[in-house]
């Protein structure tokens, strides 16, 4: 199994040259990729200007979305974007992909979100087609097929989505045991739908390591990210992992459960996370 780790351009606040910084110390170790989050009626930075300013401080690393909310954008917009991204970074993209659950991203976009997973449909049959076969809009990726498209979700809708267009399942985050879970229900519809070989199966979890002000300044922003939850979002902020024990307890797991590539998500933005997280995972 990879291990990544997210930038920090979704915890508000954060200075960009910190990005910048984050994403050029990763490119030299141990981390195989750094990951985005996506948000649009949030303190976040924009999830392709992020990597794209990453992608120009690195070499290496691979450039993930975890994810980006599909159905928000235009299609021919999101194609460009993504192939864009792709060309200019040597083929280093994977577009991760989602509808979404928060409205109020949907309300300040003046977009419905009602319809989201039709329209959602319609636009991962479309980037498939523009990433294989060329389409209106240009430039063509660096990956002869365009970038691995992951789907997100947790819906029987969501994983057949991943089965028909995707390259691979993201899923969105909990213990090993919730990851092993969908990881199963992924598997089932790979082969439902006929589709050889294997899906590309990633995770994603939270940290904040340092101590007890850390972890709390990490709980404080999960709960704030995932207030739209209700009290789940304490759950949730409970899975912070704050302690170098419950990294390798949490890497372990999700190893053993069949986790291709796993992203480490800072809920904290200062450069000494990366660090005791290198520390930790070296």
């Known amino acids: 199994m990879e291990v990544g780790v997210g930038l920090p351009a979704g915890v508000p606040g954060a200075p960009g040259d910190l990005v910048l910084e984050w994403a050029r110390r990763a490119d030299s170790g141990p981390f195989s990729s750094v990951g985005v989050i996506d948000r649009v009626a949030y303190d976040n930075y ?26 928000l954008r ?3 917009m999101l194609a460009k974007q993504a192939a864009s991204l792709d060309a200019l970074s040597g083929g280093r993209l994977t ?9 109020e991203d949907y309300d300040v976009m003046g977009i419905d979100h009602r319809d989201r997973g039709q329209r959602f ?29 992951l ?14 267009y995707g390259d691979g399942y993201v899923h969105g985050g909990g213990p090993p045991r919730a990851f092993a879970n969908a990881a199963s229900r992924a598997w089932a519809a790979w082969t439902e739908a006929g589709r050889p070989g294997r899906p590309r199966l990633w995770g994603q979890a939270y940290y904040a390591l340092g101590g007890e002000a850390d972890a709390e300044r990490g709980a404080a922003y999960l709960r704030d990210y995932y207030a739209f939850t209700g009290p789940f979002a304490e759950r949730i902020a409970a899975g912070n992992l704050t302690s170098p024990q419950m990294v390798k307890d949490l890497v372990r797991g999700y190893e053993e459960a069949g986790c291709d590539h796993l992203v480490l998500l ?4 200062d450069l000494a996370q990366l660090e005791r997280l290198a520390d930790v995972l070296a």
């Open 46 to 71: 924009d999830p392709f200007l992020s990597l794209a300013a990453a992608a120009a401080v690195t070499s290496r690393l691979r450039l993930v979305t975890m994810v980006v909310i599909g159905p």
């Open 74 to 76: 235009n299609q021919a």
């Open 95 to 103: 577009l991760g992909v989602a509808i979404g659950a928060r409205h």
């Open 121 to 149: 449909d319609q636009q991962l049959a479309y980037l498939r087609e523009a990433f294989q076969d060329g389409g209106p809009v240009g430039p063509r990726p660096a990956q002869p097929d365009g970038p691995d498209l």
């Open 151 to 164: 789907v997100g979700g947790a819906t029987g809708r969501a994983f057949a989505r991943m089965a028909r």
């Open 266 to 269: 800072p809920t904290v933005a």
